[in-house]
């Protein structure tokens, strides 16, 4: 089999992101698939979520349901989405989390900058 540089190229840095970021890659696909992540290892990956919900903590609750993040920005860790349980689990299974940015993507990649458009993308989901 003949691979050409530019494939070699690809391989190398697939095979680096994989060995290399084992947290970034194996352990977000472990707790979509399983549920199952630790504690620690959340914290550690994601403190910034951690943060928020901790602060958000002081908000008022709602019966029957839970508080969304739709940013975990320090401006937005108290500025919170009130969701039924089904609602918020068919939110986040049509978003994605944006680490660098700290909000989430629709499926397409495009991101929910503000909270209107997070409300607007995620209750078209519930029509
Ligand atoms: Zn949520």
Request: net charge positive; glycine share 4%; hydrophobic share 40%.
């Amino acid at each position: 089999m003949i691979i050409s540089n530019i494939e070699m190229a690809n391989w190398n840095v697939m095979t680096t992101f994989l060995l290399c970021t084992p947290e970034v890659v194996f352990l977000p696909l472990l707790k979509r698939v399983s549920g199952l992540i630790p504690d620690k290892i959340y914290s550690y990956l994601y403190p910034e979520k951690v943060a928020a919900q901790s602060a958000a903590n002081s908000l008022p609750t709602q019966e029957g349901k839970h508080k969304h993040h739709w940013s975990y920005n320090l401006d937005h860790w108290k500025n919170v989405i009130y969701l039924t349980p089904s609602e918020h689990r068919l939110a986040h299974y049509y978003i994605r989390y944006d680490q660098e940015r700290m909000m989430y993507r629709r499926l397409d990649g495009t991101l929910l900058a503000t909270k209107s458009e997070h409300l607007a993308y995620i209750n078209g989901l519930f029509k």
